[in-house]
């Protein structure tokens, strides 16, 4: 998985400045072989050296996700190096590539990416629209599914994705026939030819990874786009079947 710049050589500096002090070198080589990345990302013959070039490494072949993973392995074996302000740096250097650190009850941390703030994505009127209209379980469905992708699970996502949409045909009578779901809503009249066919075919995508079980793992973009797909379909079907008690 790619993605534009990930780290300013400013936030190189400091992190390397930071994770040195904390990290022993046989620490960053456990680092490295969990993440099953060479030894030779960390050249160097000081330990800082080193350090830089492990991030230099992950920031020339752009793999966000193996940053985030860099960075949860860390919070999860070495939190206890690290102080309060530390956390506090590393979440400022980490904010312009996408990645949020959550440390809510002051000691556990966890690296998650955040959703990116675009007018391509459900904004907070829309939100509250959907939690109007659809029911608690397709909402908590869909509220998954969104977690699954701050995490950074993109493999986790599109199958939420998935359930999300068959959980509002569930909640409509017809169980996970989501096919069968919107041929009734093109029967009564309440969905075009065209809107069914389009609607039938995200659903198809959604289950298409399902299917492909030797295929390539959904990617973060691939993820990201189920996500959005979902969230304006259920926002589209809930706005047109608002208007009718049954179907």
């Known amino acids: 998985m790619t993605t534009?710049?990930?780290?300013?050589?400013?936030?190189?500096?400091?992190?390397?400045?930071?994770?040195s002090e904390k990290l022993r070198v046989y620490?960053?080589?456990?680092?490295?072989?969990?993440?099953?990345?060479?030894?030779?990302?960390?050249?160097?013959?000081?330990?800082?050296?080193q350090i830089s070039s492990v991030l230099e490494n992950l920031n020339d072949t752009k793999d966000l996700d193996k940053l985030l993973e860099f960075l949860n392995i860390i919070f999860s074996e070495y939190r206890s190096r690290l102080s309060q302000d530390d956390i506090e740096k590393i979440r400022f250097f980490m904010e312009p590539c996408g990645i949020d650190i959550i440390n809510d009850d002051g000691w556990h941390c966890q690296a998650i990416l955040t959703i990116p703030k675009t007018d391509t994505l459900i904004q907070k009127a829309e939100i509250s629209a959907l939690e109007k209209l659809l029911p608690?379980?397709?909402?908590?469905?869909?509220?998954?599914a969104s977690n699954e992708y701050s995490k950074g699970e993109f493999e986790n996502v599109i199958p939420k994705c998935r359930i999300a949409l068959e959980a509002l045909a569930n909640d409509n009578g017809f169980g996970n026939r989501f096919g069968s779901f919107i041929t009734e809503l093109r029967k009564e009249g309440i969905l075009r030819d065209i809107e069914k066919?389009?609607?039938?075919?995200?659903?198809?995508?959604?289950?298409?990874?399902e299917s492909t079980h030797y295929g390539p793992?959904?990617?973060?973009?691939?993820?990201?786009?189920?996500?959005?797909?979902?969230?304006?379909?259920?926002?589209?079907?809930?706005?047109?079947?608002?208007?009718i008690s049954t179907i």
Do not use: M
């Open 217 to 243: 793992k959904p990617n973060k973009e691939q993820a990201l786009y189920a996500l959005i797909l979902t969230q304006h379909t259920l926002l589209f079907l809930s706005k047109i079947i608002s208007s």
């Open 136 to 144: 608690p379980d397709v909402i908590n469905r869909l509220e998954d």
């Open 4 to 19: 534009g710049e990930i780290l300013s050589r400013k936030a190189i500096a400091y992190l390397a400045d930071i994770f």
């Open 27 to 49: 620490d960053l080589r456990t680092i490295l072989d969990k993440l099953e990345l060479p030894r030779s990302y960390a050249s160097g013959f000081y330990k800082h050296e």
């Open 197 to 209: 066919d389009i609607i039938g075919k995200i659903h198809g995508y959604l289950c298409s990874f």
